[in-house]
């Protein structure tokens, strides 16, 4: 069984990396792709444990990105880990204006009358601190119900609490991506604003691989129409649970079903 997205604690999951490797076993899954949000540091610690267990481990990354002035995620397959050191330099800037978003919604979310600093969130996400944790400290301090009413009312893009953040464009994340020897994918492009089909031949002449037509976010409507889209425009593509661990208790590693020989349609897409 195979699984090409999913996240540790070093971003936005709850799971260590050596935690991650060892439900990946259990569950049953036999390739798993860490994809964390601008990080390989939940990929490099699990790369000894998934040696010593087993597990096949594929590096990859999840990267934000504008597609026509809306938040897109591209995904990144490295079947080389090695040799990525000047794109491993050029995330480290990506999370350097992370950071400094951070800062900003901080001052946005004290404006709007909440009781939160920068230290609480970062104690949550560590290197990676994002929406997400933010999202939690306001339910637990009991401003919001939930999770979902914390991005819904506050941190959403259309959301009073939202601060801009300089992100690269997307078809700067598919070149760099590519440069680097990678596979650059469309992530969940259920979340895609507009209309996908539409976008297409935008997507295409980025450079894009893949789409990702197997996800947790997906009906079995959505993959079909990706998997259309896919052939028509010559496209590889990619899946996975996009497990965040208890943060999204519902999506379990290997929940979302991928055909087997998906890696090896995608190794020779970059012969
Ligand atoms: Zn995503
Ligand atoms: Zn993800």
């Not at 397959?77 to 978003?101: C, I, M, P, S």
């Not at 893009?157 to 994340?173: D, H, I, L, N, T």
């Not at 929940?255 to 090896?264: A, C, G, K, Q």
């Amino acid at each position: 069984m195979i699984d090409l997205h999913s996240h540790t604690d070093e971003s936005d999951g709850t799971r260590s990396p050596a935690e991650l490797v060892a439900e990946a076993v259990r569950a049953g899954v036999t390739t798993l792709g860490i994809t964390d949000h601008d990080t390989f540091k939940g990929y490099d610690q699990a790369l000894p444990v998934a040696v010593e267990a087993g597990l096949e481990l594929v590096c990859g990354i999840e990267l934000s990105t504008k597609l026509q002035g809306h938040s897109a995620h591209l995904l990144g397959y490295f079947l080389d880990h090695r040799n990525l050191d000047e794109f491993r330099a050029w995330v480290t800037g990506q999370q350097a204006a992370r950071r400094d978003r951070n800062l900003r919604l901080v001052v946005r979310l004290q404006e709007l009358g909440f009781d939160v600093t920068l230290e609480e969130a970062e104690s949550r996400g560590r290197g990676m601190t994002g929406r997400p944790h933010f999202a939690q400290i306001l339910v637990e301090k009991g401003y919001v119900a939930n999770l979902r009413q914390a991005f819904d009312d506050y941190l959403d893009e259309s959301a009073k609490g939202y601060v801009f953040r300089r992100e690269p464009q997307f078809a700067e994340g598919v070149a760099r991506i590519r440069a680097a020897g990678g596979i650059a994918s469309l992530a969940h492009p259920v979340r895609v604003k507009g209309d996908i089909s539409a976008l297409m031949p935008e997507l295409r002449a980025s450079g894009l691989n893949a789409i990702e037509a197997y996800h947790s976010d997906h009906s079995p409507e959505d993959t079909k129409l990706y998997l259309a889209l896919a052939s028509q425009y010559g496209l590889r593509v990619t899946g996975g649970s996009d497990y965040h661990g208890a943060i999204k208790p519902n999506v379990t590693l290997g929940s979302v079903r991928i055909p087997e020989d998906l890696l090896d349609q995608l190794r020779t897409s970059v012969g």
